[in-house]
């Protein structure tokens, strides 16, 4: 998808009403998504959250004492103005980096832990975002991903679909005013893979004790593996 080249500008573009409309499109429900991830992470010193966006993640593990000090990665700038406001009026101090995930600014071995909420299919190569992830987590470290997936049962993934192909890009039209952001989500969704063939990407890549769980009827997907 050429939208992966600009992935920056196009999240720069709807960073002021990501956060409403994420709540709104999800009913509040990617709050709890959130939740669950953070409660699967095993408590780590130093943290990188690749795609922060808004930090939402971020201050979830902080919140809950998972993360004693944590780096975010992001590619727009304007989502991560928006999560370093955040992150400073809930006290947290965390340190906010621009640049690319599948060419991370950081040394081998850096971090305890990564993670990553809804930013791998928007990568332009997976394994190469998946790599960089692995080169800059600790032997032992663990990595977290929380990704779209779609449902199994062919009456939830009816109604699932026709809420992604036609409601949600026209609310996120009309609440965004950006025409192409969220035609684009529906579409990376729909391209990207999950489940089994995911945990795939992550064994070739060399991680260990893969596993995953799915959240409402298989909309969304944790992973887990360590180095």
Known sequence: MNEKQHIGQLFDRIAGTYDGLN??????????????TVALMAPAKHVLDVAIGTADLTIEMLRRGKAEQVTGLDLSLHMME????????AGYDVNFVLG??????????????????????????????????????????QIVILEFSYPNNRYIRALYDFYFTHLMPLIGRLVSRDKKAYTYLNRSVKSFCWGEAFVQHLHDIGFVNESFITLTFGITTIYTANK
């Open 23 to 36: 709540h709104m499109l999800s009913l509040n429900i990617d709050r709890r998504w959130r939740m669950k």
């Open 82 to 89: 928006i999560g370093e406001q955040k992150c400073e009026r």
């Open 100 to 141: 690319n995930a599948q060419q991370m600014p950081f040394e081998d071995n850096t971090f305890d832990a990564v993670t990553c909420a809804y930013g791998c299919r928007n990568f332009a190569d997976l394994d190469a975002g998946l790599k960089e992830m692995y080169r800059v987590l600790k032997p032992g470290g």
